[in-house]
């Protein structure tokens, strides 16, 4: 499975940006997580193929995840962006047991 991650940025605090990603087959979750220096990566937001969400609690009311199952895609909606969103974005795949990875792709924002 491949994924293609684009969308990343430098952005101004309060600003907005969206990310997005494209899968080589359709997967029962997709989503992304966001990795900072010193910290381990953690899930920013997933969805799974019947639309079931999760969301971090920093990012809940914030940010917005959706997929096209047709497109193969998932997509994450960044609103007010915080300079604490910084770091670099994994989309993520997971089916059958299995995780999959695309490059991350780099988020700054500056306050």
């Known amino acids: 499975v491949q994924l293609q991650a684009s969308g990343g940025g430098l952005v101004q605090a309060g600003e907005s940006l969206r990310l997005s990603c494209t899968a080589s087959?359709?997967?029962?979750?997709m989503g992304w997580y966001r990795q900072t220096p010193g910290k381990q990566r953690e899930l920013v937001a997933s969805?799974?193929?019947?639309?079931?969400?999760n969301y971090s609690d920093s990012v809940e009311g914030r940010f917005t995840i959706s997929r096209d199952n047709v497109q193969k895609a998932v997509y994450l909606q960044m609103n007010s962006l915080k300079p604490e969103d910084t770091g670099i974005y994994y989309c993520?795949?997971?089916?059958?047991?299995?995780?999959?990875w695309g490059q991350g792709t780099l988020v700054t924002v500056s306050s």
């Open positions: 969805m799974t193929i019947d639309s079931t969400t």
């Open positions: 993520n795949a997971y089916q059958y047991g299995r995780n999959f």
């Open positions: 087959g359709t997967m029962f979750k």
